[in-house]
């Protein structure tokens, strides 16, 4: 259900809720476990770009996506 998580995050400032380093790491958890390399990536620097201060949880899910696709490349990147 990665979609949902996506656009329930993506929904939030409209309707005036700040994301929040929780809503970010449980929706890419939610990308990862998907199977969704590509857009755990894009999330994770999404967060980068907004200035939203990353954790281990972060860290940790976005290797595992990368893991999961057979991409560990982009996880030493």
């Known amino acids: ?37 590509e857009k755990t990536l894009e999330l994770f620097n999404s967060m980068l770009d907004r200035g939203v201060k990353l954790n281990v949880n972060s860290y940790n899910a976005a290797i595992r996506a990368c893991e999961k696709g057979g991409q560990w490349e982009k996880a030493l990147e």
């Not at 929706?27 to 998907?34: L, P, T, W």
């Open 1 to 37: 259900q990665w979609e949902k998580a996506l656009e329930l995050l993506n929904s939030m400032p409209g309707r005036g809720v700040k994301p929040n380093i929780n809503n970010y790491n449980a929706v890419i958890s939610a990308c990862e476990k998907g199977g969704q390399c």
